[in-house]
C-alpha cells in the first residue's frame, strides 16, 4: 500500500496487517487498530516516515538504504477510495508509488485498507506494480500514525512495520531518538528485524513532484 518499492517499501502509505501466527499487535504495545469509521482522521494529512522495519530480505535491505519518505492520502470524491502517493528517496534516487486502496467493512475484513490498483514511477518510467498488500492502521496521538503492510514482494511474503510524523512534528529530532527504543521493542515483539532499520535524521530531503519543485525554487528567489 502506501510505502513501497521495486522489491518491497510502502505503501505506504502507510500501510499493515493481521499478524497471523507472530504476536497480537494489541500484546506489542499498539493501540487499538482504525477501522473504516475512523479512517478520516488520517486523511488529507503528509506522513513523514520516521522508523521503519522488515522482516523479508528486500525489505531489510530496502531499510537500509532508505532516506526519506513522504506519505500523502485522501479521500477520492465517491467518498469510499483512499487514494494515496508515496515519495521515496532510495540511495539518493526518487521511487514514486501511486494508487488505490478500499478500505472494507470490519465486519467482514480484518484489515484497515486493501489495495485495489498501483502504479510505481522510478527513473521516470512508469510501470503497473501489485503486491497484494493489505494494511493494519494505528493511531495514538493525533500527529502519530503506525502501520504494519503486508505483502508479497517478488514472490515473497512479507511485512514492514512504518512509523509516521505529520508533517512538521518531523522536525522534533529529540522527541524522535526518545521513541526510538520503544519502537525497536515493539518491533522485536513483532518479529521484525530491528537489527537493520530506518531512522529519520531530520535533515534527508523529500523527493516530490516537478510543481513542488518549482514552487519552492520560486519562493527561495
Not at 1 to 17: E, N, R, S, Y
Not at 107 to 113: F, G
Not at 139 to 159: A, D, I, K, N, W
Not at 185 to 209: M, P, R, V
Amino acid at each position: 500500500m502506501w510505502v513501497l518499492h521495486k522489491t518491497g517499501l510502502l505503501v505506504l502509505v502507510l500501510v499493515l496487517m493481521v499478524l497471523g501466527s507472530n504476536a497480537a499487535p494489541e500484546g506489542c504495545g499498539l493501540p487499538e487498530r482504525l477501522t473504516k469509521p475512523h479512517l478520516r482522521k488520517v486523511l488529507e494529512v503528509r506522513w513523514v516516515l520516521v522508523q521503519a522495519f522488515a522482516d523479508y530480505p528486500a525489505g531489510v535491505e530496502l531499510v537500509s538504504r532508505l532516506n526519506s519518505s513522504l506519505l500523502e492520502v485522501d479521500l477520492k470524491d465517491d467518498n469510499e477510495t483512499v487514494q494515496f502517493t508515496e515519495r521515496n528517496t532510495v540511495s539518493g534516487m526518487c521511487l514514486i508509488f501511486r494508487g488505490n486502496l478500499s478500505a472494507p467493512d470490519p465486519e467482514t475484513s480484518n484489515h484497515t485498507l486493501l489495495l485495489l490498483s498501483s502504479v510505481q514511477e522510478f527513473d521516470s518510467k512508469v510501470s503497473p506494480y501489485d503486491d497484494q498488500g493489505r494494511a493494519d492502521v494505528y493511531q495514538s496521538c493525533p500527529e502519530c500514525l503506525t502501520m504494519v503492510y503486508h505483502g508479497v514482494f517478488e514472490g515473497t511474503p512479507g511485512r514492514m512495520l512504518l512509523i509516521y510524523r505529520s508533517e512538521g512534528k518531523h522536525l522534533d529530532v529529540e522527541q524522535l531518538k526518545a521513541a526510538r527504543s520503544a519502537n525497536a521493542q515493539t518491533a522485536e515483539c513483532l518479529k521484525f528485524n530491528i537489527l537493520s532499520q530506518f531512522n529519520y535524521d531530520g535533515i534527508a530531503e523529500f523527493c516530490l513532484d516537478k510543481k513542488e519543485e518549482e514552487k519552492e525554487a520560486s519562493d527561495g528567489r
